[in-house]
């Protein structure tokens, strides 16, 4: 059965303590040693599998993760090409899984003040909203919910199509 929000056990500094605290789909734990090492998770639709996935950037790919208000982000999705296969994202502690039609919406503080910090940088030229939430510091999925709003309300960004989707630049 597949869950709809993650549940955060916490920080270890080995991976083979991170086992003991995941009880049920959805759980992860944090493995950090000077710097984050990697995401353990009880894949979050129920098949058994226990996730590690790689945090530390000086390794080959690497995702980010984030932990702000108490809320666990992770960019990019997951994507699992072997065992169940499944698609989802972490986003302010909620799974939004990616083969659904109509995505559920996240709660976001604090909107009002990233779309003025967003409108600061983003000129009359593409940026591709991850450089953006990397110069802003912020979760790239909040990055990119504010842009398209942005886009969409009132028209004050454009978000570009095809090669350009995920870039905004001002109307």
Not at 47 to 62: F, S, V, Y
Not at 140 to 145: E, F, G, R, Y
């Amino acid at each position: 059965m597949r869950v709809q929000r993650i549940r955060d056990r916490g920080t270890v500094a080995h991976r083979r303590d991170a086992d003991n605290l995941l009880e049920r789909p959805g759980d992860c734990v944090l493995v950090e040693r000077g710097v984050p090492r990697s995401l353990v998770i009880l894949c979050p639709d129920g098949c058994g599998d226990t996730l590690t996935i790689n945090l530390d950037r000086r390794t080959a790919k690497a995702w980010r993760f984030f932990r702000r208000r108490n809320q666990v982000s992770l960019f990019p999705s997951v994507w699992r090409d072997t065992g169940c296969g499944s698609h989802f994202i972490i986003w302010n502690h909620s799974i939004i899984w990616c083969d659904l039609i109509e995505r559920p919406q996240v709660a976001m503080e604090g909107e009002a003040t990233l779309a003025q910090r967003i409108l600061a940088v983003v000129g009359f030229e593409w940026r591709d909203f991850t450089a953006v939430a990397d110069e802003l510091d912020e979760v790239h999925w909040d990055v990119l919910h504010v842009s398209r709003r942005l886009a969409g309300r009132g028209g004050r960004l454009v978000e570009g199509a095809q090669e350009l989707k995920g870039h905004f630049k001002r109307a």
